[in-house]
Nanobody, 119 residues
Framework: QVQLVESGGGLVQAGGSLRLSCAAS????????MGWFRQAPGKEREFVVT????????NYADSVKGRFTISRDNPKNTVYLQMNSLKPEDTAVYYC????????????WGQGTQVTVSS
């Protein structure tokens, strides 16, 4: 079982930055594919970025490419999402998610953290 706890959301002006954190417990990051998804009001949850550090693979949604960066701190078993040049359309609840390397399903989800970008 994997537990994920997000933090770091908040209110920021357009053009600003935020860093989200996702503390994982139960398994090490190297045994998981990690990801961030987001859900804006009235919209479906959408993919933001995924990372499989065991293979060195990261994938970003086109809408965030060049502005968002996923990273990790192995001793802390924590994943970060650095968000720069934020836009009002980035406003959403951001969810950290994880799945074992052998699974095709996102089995584990955090509780979500709100990010609001004002214009």
């Amino acid at each position: 079982q994997v537990q994920l706890v997000e933090s770091g959301g908040g209110l920021v002006q357009a053009g600003g930055s935020l860093r989200l954190s996702c503390a994982a417990s139960g398994r090490t990051l190297s045994s998981l594919v990690m990801g961030w998804f987001r859900q804006a009001p009235g919209k479906e949850r959408e993919f933001v970025v995924t990372a499989a550090w065991s293979s060195g693979t990261t994938n970003y949604a086109d809408s965030v490419k060049g502005r968002f960066t996923i990273s990790r701190d192995n001793p802390k078993n924590t994943v970060y999402l650095q968000m720069n040049s934020l836009k009002p359309e980035d406003t959403a609840v951001y969810y950290c998610t994880a799945r074992p390397l052998s699974s095709g399903l996102w089995d584990y989800w955090g509780q979500g953290t709100q990010v609001t970008v004002s214009s």
